[in-house]
C-alpha cells in the first residue's frame, strides 16, 4: 500500500516537468481560416468565401509544414496536410466572381448566380461517361435532378441504386468528376 502513493507521486512529477506528454499538439483552425480565405481570394460570408469557420471540434494533428489549400473544387475548397495524411473540405458560398467586387455586408443575403437554362430534366435518360484520351466507358443513366451545363447532378441507374454524382456536359450526356481530358 505504501508504493502507491509514491507511484502516484512519480508520474504527477514527469506528466509536469515535460509539457509535450501532458498536452497534444493540434492544428490551427484560425490559421487554416486564414490560409482558405486567402487561397479563394474572400473572407468567411462573403460571396466566393467560406460559408463558415473551419468547426472548432476538429482535433487535427499539427502539420509540420503549411498546409495545402487547393479548390474550389465542386464549391470547396481542399485542405491538406500531406505530411501526416489528413484533408477536410471547407465549403464555399456561391460567386466566387462576385468576391472581387468588394466585401458584403455581414447579414446582407449572398448574391445568387443567375440560374443557367437546365439541359438535362429530372427523369431524363443520360448517357453517363467516364475515360480519357486513351479510353471511354459509358452507362445509360437516369438523371434525378435538372442541371445546366457545368452543374454537377445526381443519376442512377435504377430507383433502387444508389446515386452518382455526374457533371452535366451537353444535353444528354454527362461525366464523370476527376476525367477531364476526354
Same mark, same amino acid.
Given at each position: 500500500m505504501? +508504493?502507491?502513493?509514491?507511484?502516484?507521486?512519480?508520474?504527477? /512529477?514527469?506528466?509536469?516537468?515535460d509539457?509535450?506528454?501532458?498536452?497534444?499538439?493540434?492544428?490551427?483552425?484560425?490559421?487554416?481560416? /486564414?490560409?482558405?480565405?486567402?487561397?479563394?481570394?474572400?473572407?468567411?460570408?462573403e #460571396?466566393?468565401?467560406?460559408?463558415?469557420?473551419?468547426?472548432?471540434?476538429?482535433?487535427?494533428?499539427?502539420?509540420?509544414?503549411? #498546409?495545402?489549400?487547393? $479548390?474550389?473544387?465542386? $464549391? =470547396?475548397?481542399?485542405?491538406?496536410?500531406d505530411?501526416?495524411?489528413?484533408r477536410?473540405?471547407?465549403?464555399?458560398? =456561391?460567386?466566387?466572381?462576385?468576391?472581387?467586387?468588394? #466585401?458584403? =455586408?455581414?447579414y =446582407?443575403?449572398?448574391?445568387?448566380a443567375?440560374?443557367?437554362?437546365?439541359?438535362?430534366?429530372?427523369?431524363?435518360?443520360?448517357?453517363?461517361?467516364?475515360?480519357?484520351? /486513351?479510353?471511354?466507358?459509358s452507362?445509360?443513366?437516369?438523371?434525378?435532378?435538372?442541371?445546366?451545363?457545368?452543374?454537377?447532378?445526381r443519376?442512377?441507374?435504377?430507383?433502387?441504386?444508389?446515386?452518382?454524382?455526374?457533371?452535366?456536359?451537353?444535353? $444528354?450526356?454527362?461525366?464523370?468528376?476527376?476525367? +477531364? +481530358?476526354?
Amino acid at each position: 500500500m505504501t +508504493n502507491f502513493p509514491k507511484i502516484l507521486l512519480l508520474a504527477l /512529477s514527469i506528466s509536469a516537468s515535460d509539457p509535450a506528454l501532458a498536452q497534444q499538439k493540434f492544428e490551427n483552425l484560425d490559421r487554416i481560416d /486564414s490560409l482558405v480565405a486567402m487561397t479563394v481570394g474572400a473572407n468567411i460570408g462573403e #460571396p466566393g468565401g467560406p460559408i463558415a469557420p473551419v468547426d472548432r471540434r476538429l482535433r487535427l494533428a499539427a502539420c509540420p509544414t503549411t #498546409p495545402g489549400v487547393d $479548390g474550389p473544387v465542386f $464549391g =470547396a475548397a481542399i485542405v491538406k496536410c500531406d505530411a501526416l495524411g489528413w484533408r477536410i473540405r471547407v465549403p464555399l458560398g =456561391a460567386g466566387a466572381a462576385a468576391a472581387s467586387s468588394g #466585401p458584403v =455586408a455581414r447579414y =446582407a443575403p449572398a448574391a445568387r448566380a443567375i440560374p443557367k437554362e437546365a439541359v438535362v430534366k429530372k427523369g431524363d435518360p443520360v448517357q453517363l461517361m467516364a475515360g480519357n484520351a /486513351s479510353f471511354s466507358v459509358s452507362r445509360m443513366m437516369v438523371a434525378d435532378e435538372d442541371g445546366a451545363v457545368g452543374q454537377t447532378i445526381r443519376v442512377r441507374e435504377e430507383k433502387k441504386a444508389a446515386p452518382i454524382l455526374a457533371q452535366v456536359v451537353e444535353m $444528354g450526356i454527362v461525366r464523370v468528376p476527376g476525367f +477531364n +481530358n476526354f
